[in-house]
Nanobody, 124 residues
Framework: QVQLVESGGGLVQAGGSLRLSCAAS????????MGWFRQAPGKEREFVAA????????YYADSVKGRFTISRDNDKNMVYLQMNSLKPEDTAVYSC?????????????????WGQGTQVTVSS
């Protein structure tokens, strides 16, 4: 079993930055991909970014490309999402997810474990 815990959310003004963290514990695999997803009020959860085990391959949703950066530190079992130039439309609950296969994907159904999420609110 794997546990994922997100942190770093909060309230920020438009144009500001936040850095989200996701701590993994339990039976973490040495061959897993990680992803960030978000769900805004009244909307379905959507893909944000994903990263492979080595960190050498990343994949972003078009809506965040150039503004968000996903990274990981395998020694610490951590994944990060640096969010810059935030917009009000980025307001959502952000969740990290782990896939027990080293292939990044935007498909939620391919991820095996999920965190509870952290709220990000961007004011205009």
């Amino acid at each position: 079993q794997v546990q994922l815990v997100e942190s770093g959310g909060g309230l920020v003004q438009a144009g500001g930055s936040l850095r989200l963290s996701c701590a993994a514990s339990g039976r973490t695999s040495s061959n897993s991909a990680m992803g960030w997803f978000r769900q805004a009020p009244g909307k379905e959860r959507e893909f944000v970014a994903a990263i492979n085990w080595s960190g050498g391959y990343t994949y972003y949703a078009d809506s965040v490309k150039g503004r968000f950066t996903i990274s990981r530190d395998n020694d610490k079992n951590m994944v990060y999402l640096q969010m810059n130039s935030l917009k009000p439309e980025d307001t959502a609950v952000y969740s990290c997810a782990l896939r027990e296969r080293n292939l990044v994907s935007a498909r939620q159904s391919l991820y095996d474990y999920w965190g509870q999420g952290t709220q990000v609110t961007v004011s205009s």
